[in-house]
């Protein structure tokens, strides 16, 4: 293809009618003009705003299929060549496209492969480099390999010849590893080697001795890292990952292996990826937290690897007892002073030997945060709960007595402490009366959950208080002297003022509302007044829509209300492609109605193509659909392939629960006993201090449930009985938590035979 001038015909192309991350593309011509200028500061910020609109977080519009050919030209006349390569390597590669035909910038950038296959053999080996890896991205085998290879014949710069090896692996994953097999000795640079590696891996090929002692030697390769394969990140802990995504126990044993040697390395940067590899290998492994502790409590050598460590031996809980006895001198190291080392390591203390970290939280409070946060449940696992300490009471109480000395999360921090420990913290009831002004929703709920069962006198205390409060208009006491004394004017005084505030904690307000059911029925007007209306399509609004709903149901005992609010938030929610959570939590709600929500049926059977969405929909619909209808074992699949791409796997076993065993084929206990007692984590995404937490929650109700479904298999059928109902609809039961129970009754609905993408 000739070189003719790389801006040729830009101002003829429709780019005003066309569309890319940020609106229309009428701004691409003046960007691609600045990309080839003399000014480098125009060219920077020029090619800066290009990632951003036309390969914008790895998505790509119609304006960057548009732009692809005049990319192409622009790197082939020279200006910015490696960049531009970089940015339209990252167009090929991307799958996410929005408002293009799919595959049409890929294939825009193969149709001007003419122009950027040439680049390989640049004089410049970091273009050599970039382009290697830009053309492998185009998949065009037929075109792209033979030159690839012609270029692994003759280049000689490392980083570039590492390049040029992955590509190959990329387009041809079994010739990919081949080319590898002969260069893992340490005759060949090491960033070469480190690509082999890799390339045997996408290959699927085995983890041999060669390929063992080739990684140990590469130690620390943090230096090896590619820029432009973003994903694998550090590699040690990216091998590990690949090994432990085989399966079989022998990979696990070897990827183990290999995160033991980095650990007792001599070396301390090698500890330090044997450190990373090893959170890898946690949060991917259930085996790995057991396996792996002794060793990191061995790589636990000085101030710096402790600290490293505890964010890792935290989240491992009680798994990590064995290294208590590294974290302790840290964490009681300047308990009079703020040290962020020692309290990042009492944080780990806190939730690896709650019992050792009390009397040191005790005498560091106020200069702790990181640790009473774990305290306070705020960090830590599910069902953890700080064990009382009476030097922490009085260390907690000597906080609160200076109220004005509180600030940032400490508030919350405290009282959540004190509530844990209910009547046990009843000597702190005087100063959470003193705070009650000052922070009204945090220390009302602490009051309440300290004096249910303190003595008479503290108790009439804590009333006085709260009822200050809530006629002061201060929901959250109000809220409190209710569920302490059951007194329920002030809660209702407080509930019809809030909505019509605009209140921030509408959502919370709804909940209180229909808690009360019928004896809220007085509250109906406000609750309607709150809902947002048709215009409402943001995902606050459509929460705070769908519990003003159920509020609504509760109090008047009405669904038809309720089911078209519902409906209207349905509806909101599939115009808005961020508010798929909306779509779970109105099915949840729906789940609620039973019988009475079947108007909803065909929104729920929607929802059940999303695996986000899927399990709430099955739940609503065994509670809401016609009895006879239902494909049960096909609603199982849809539950159980939610579950294996953790789009929402606690959901996945409440859905199951619901189906009951008689949905389950046997191909379907399978796949449970797999989710339950397989060695790879299904929790594998979120917060990353809850992940190993909920993938334990997560194992154990699976567990819960094959159990039960296997029993049941093997019952005679005349004494099997259909699963028990666990909240009749129209309970107190809120559907605010994350998988309410199903109601009473168990209905059904038909879903075609032809949805099998779940």
């Known amino acids: 293809?000739?070189?003719?001038?790389?801006?040729?015909?830009?101002?003829?192309?429709?780019?005003?009618?066309?569309?890319?991350?940020?609106?229309?593309a009428a701004d691409v011509p003046d960007l691609l003009r600045a990309?080839?200028?003399?000014?480098?500061?125009?060219?920077?910020?020029?090619l800066s705003q290009l990632y951003g609109s036309v390969l914008h977080q790895g998505t790509v519009y119609a304006a960057s299929a548009e732009a692809v050919p005049f990319l192409a030209s622009i790197a082939a006349a020279g200006h910015r060549t490696a960049d531009v390569l970089a940015l339209l390597g990252g167009m090929a590669e991307s799958e996410d496209e929005y408002g293009v035909a799919p595959g049409a910038v890929r294939a825009a950038v193969v149709?001007?492969?003419?122009?950027?296959?040439?680049?390989?053999?640049?004089?410049?080996?970091?273009?050599?480099?970039?382009?290697?890896?830009?053309?492998?991205?185009?998949?065009?085998?037929?075109?792209?390999?033979?030159?690839?290879?012609?270029?692994?014949?003759?280049?000689?710069?490392?980083?570039?010849?590492?390049?040029?090896?992955?590509?190959?692996?990329r387009i041809d994953p079994q010739g990919g590893a081949a080319v590898a097999a002969t260069v893992l000795d340490a005759s060949h640079p090491a960033e070469v080697r480190m690509a082999a590696v890799f390339a045997s891996l996408d290959a699927d090929a085995p983890w041999t001795e060669a390929m063992h002692t080739t990684m140990l030697s590469l130690l620390p390769a943090d230096p090896l890292r590619s820029d432009l394969d973003l994903e694998r990140g550090e590699?040690?802990?990216?091998?590990?990952?690949?090994?432990?995504?085989?399966?079989?126990?022998?990979?696990?044993k070897v990827a183990f292996a290999l995160v033991d040697a980095a650990l007792h390395d001599d070396r301390a940067e090698v500890r330090a990826e044997g450190l990373w590899a090893a959170d890898r290998a946690c949060m991917l492994s259930r085996s790995a937290p057991r396996r792996?502790?002794?060793?990191?409590?061995?790589?636990?050598?000085?101030?710096?690897?402790?600290?490293?460590?505890?964010?890792?031996?935290?989240?491992?809980?009680?798994?990590?007892?064995?290294?208590?006895?590294?974290?302790?001198?840290?964490?009681?190291?300047?308990?009079?002073?703020?040290?962020?080392?020692?309290?990042?390591?009492?944080?780990?203390?806190?939730?690896?030997?709650p019992a050792q970290a009390a009397p040191l939280l005790a005498a560091g409070l106020g200069r702790r945060p990181r640790a009473l946060d774990a305290a306070?449940?705020?960090?830590?696992?599910?069902?953890?709960?700080?064990?009382?300490?009476?030097?922490?009471?009085?260390?907690?109480?000597?906080?609160?007595?200076?109220?004005?000395?509180?600030?940032?999360?400490?508030?919350?921090?405290?009282?959540?402490?004190?509530?844990?420990?209910?009547?046990?913290?009843?000597?702190?009831?005087?100063?959470?009366?003193?705070?009650?002004?000052?922070?009204?929703?945090?220390?009302?709920?602490?009051?309440?959950?300290?004096?249910?069962?303190?003595?008479?006198?503290?108790?009439?205390?804590?009333?006085?208080?709260?009822?200050?409060?809530?006629?002061?208009?201060?929901?959250?006491?109000?809220?409190?002297?209710?569920?302490?004394?059951?007194?329920?004017?002030?809660?209702?005084?407080?509930?019809?003022?809030?909505?019509?505030?605009?209140?921030?904690?509408?959502?919370?307000?709804?909940?209180?509302?229909?808690?009360?059911?019928?004896?809220?029925?007085?509250?109906?007007?406000?609750?309607?007044?709150?809902?947002?209306?048709?215009?409402?399509?943001t995902t606050p609004a459509l929460h705070t829509d769908t519990d003003?709903?159920?509020?609504?149901?509760?109090?008047?005992?009405?669904?038809?209300?309720?089911?078209?609010?519902?409906?209207?938030?349905?509806?909101?929610?599939?115009?808005?492609?961020?508010?798929?959570?909306?779509?779970?939590?109105?099915?949840?709600?729906?789940a609620l109605l039973g019988p009475a929500g079947r108007p909803l049926a065909q929104r729920l059977e929607a929802a059940l193509d999303d695996p986000a969405q899927a399990p709430a929909a099955v739940v609503a619909l065994t509670a809401v659909a016609e009895p006879a209808a239902l494909d049960r074992t096909a609603l199982a699949a849809a539950a159980l392939r939610s579950a294996e791409l953790d789009a929402d796997p606690s959901g996945a076993c409440d859905a199951l629960e619901a189906l009951g065993s008689d949905a389950l084929t046997s191909d379907h206990l399978r796949q449970l006993a797999i989710l339950a007692d397989g060695d790879a984590r299904i929790v594998c995404s979120g917060a990353e201090d809850h992940i190993i937490d909920q993938d334990e929650t997560f194992r154990k109700h699976a567990r819960t449930l094959l159990t039960t479904f296997t029993d049941a298999t093997h019952r005679p059928a005349e004494?099997?009985?259909?699963?028990?109902?666990?909240?009749?609809?129209?309970?107190?039961?809120?559907?605010?938590?994350?998988?309410?129970?199903?109601?009473?009754k168990w209905a059904s609905v038909h879903m075609r035979p032809d949805r099998t993408r779940v």
């Open 548 to 590: 003003l709903a159920e509020a609504l149901w509760r109090v008047t005992g009405e669904a038809h209300e309720a089911v078209a609010v519902l409906d209207s938030v349905f509806a909101r929610a599939a115009q808005n492609p961020w508010s798929r959570w909306s779509v779970v939590r109105a099915a949840r709600t729906t």
């Open 376 to 537: 306070a449940g705020f960090r830590s696992p599910t069902d953890f709960t700080f064990p009382y300490n009476g030097e922490l009471l009085h260390a907690v109480r000597n906080r609160l007595a200076r109220p004005q000395d509180l600030s940032g999360n400490e508030p919350w921090q405290l009282t959540n402490l004190l509530a844990q420990w209910g009547t046990e913290a009843a000597p702190a009831l005087p100063e959470l009366c003193t705070v009650l002004p000052h922070f009204p929703s945090q220390a009302a709920r602490a009051i309440a959950s300290v004096a249910a069962n303190c003595a008479p006198g503290e108790r009439a205390r804590a009333v006085t208080s709260l009822q200050t409060g809530a006629e002061q208009g201060v929901l959250p006491a109000a809220r409190a002297l209710h569920d302490l004394v059951g007194e329920i004017a002030p809660l209702m005084h407080c509930l019809e003022q809030e909505p019509r505030r605009g209140a921030d904690q509408l959502r919370e307000a709804a909940r209180m509302a229909g808690a009360l059911g019928h004896r809220g029925a007085a509250l109906a007007p406000a609750l309607r007044e709150a809902l947002s209306g048709p215009d409402g399509d």
């Open 292 to 353: 792996l502790v002794w060793n990191l409590r061995a790589a636990a050598v000085d101030e710096e690897s402790v600290v490293a460590m505890s964010s890792l031996l935290g989240r491992l809980g009680a798994v990590a007892a064995p290294a208590a006895d590294v974290l302790a001198p840290l964490a009681g190291r300047n308990l009079d002073q703020d040290d962020d080392h020692a309290d990042r390591a009492l944080a780990a203390l806190v939730l690896v030997a």
């Open 235 to 252: 590699p040690l802990a990216a091998v590990v990952e690949a090994l432990l995504g085989r399966g079989p126990r022998m990979e696990r």
């Open 719 to 744: 004494h099997r009985r259909p699963p028990s109902p666990r909240a009749p609809a129209g309970s107190t039961a809120s559907s605010d938590a994350l998988h309410d129970p199903p109601p009473t």
């Open 111 to 169: 149709d001007r492969l003419p122009l950027l296959l040439p680049l390989l053999a640049s004089p410049e080996p970091e273009v050599r480099r970039i382009a290697a890896w830009a053309v492998s991205q185009t998949r065009a085998t037929a075109i792209v390999l033979p030159t690839l290879h012609a270029r692994w014949d003759e280049e000689p710069e490392p980083a570039a010849r590492a390049e040029v090896l992955a590509g190959i692996a």
């Open 1 to 24: 293809m000739d070189l003719v001038d790389p801006l040729d015909g830009l101002d003829t192309r429709p780019w005003s009618s066309l569309s890319h991350a940020y609106g229309s």
């Open 35 to 46: 990309l080839t200028g003399a000014d480098a500061d125009g060219a920077n910020d020029a």
